[in-house]
């Protein structure tokens, strides 16, 4: 059993979701693996998603990170419906994903991960120290997990 999280960092009123997946449905050839899958994170809140090996979490969290398209549904991020075609519009959106652990690098740091493909440079090296204000300042106030 994985745990997913993804994190969506910026500011919201409260009361109002800062991440709506809302009727989604994502095909491969032969299987359904989200049918009608509705997952809503207000401010301030944490949400794990388990669930035995094929039940969909992967899938889910690549829909909202951009990796796969859905057949159907929408997804909202702060109240307004976004296309998001790849991850480069999800970061854009304030949406990160530290994926399981094979898909991470073993000698990066938990910050590089996150970084990766966005890293700020000073002087041929990455900006650690810009990345991590960019990406991860507003943790743990302005950061919703689900």
């Known amino acids: 059993m994985f745990i997913h999280t993804v994190c ?4 919201c009123t409260l009361g109002e979701y800062v991440i709506e997946m809302n009727n ?10 989200n049918d009608n899958v ?3 994170v207000k401010k301030g809140e944490i949400h794990a998603l388990l669930g035995e090996n094929g039940a969909g979490k992967s899938t889910l969290m690549n829909v909202l990170f951009g990796l796969y398209q859905p057949e159907q549904g929408e997804i909202r991020v ?6 998001i075609t ?29 970084i990766l493909g966005s890293e700020p440079t000073k002087f041929l ?22």
């Open 8 to 11: 969506l960092l910026g500011v």
């Open 24 to 33: 989604i449905r994502k095909e491969f050839p032969g299987i359904v693996a």
């Open 78 to 83: 702060r109240g307004n419906k976004v296309n």
């Open 125 to 146: 090296n990455i900006d650690i120290k810009k990345s991590r204000k960019k990406k991860l300042r507003p943790f743990p106030n302005n950061m919703v997990c689900g």
């Open 38 to 40: 509705t997952l809503q």
């Open 86 to 114: 790849d991850p480069n519009v999800a970061n854009d959106l304030g949406i990160g994903m530290v994926h399981q652990h094979f898909m991470l690098i073993d000698k990066f740091t938990v910050t590089e991960n996150i």
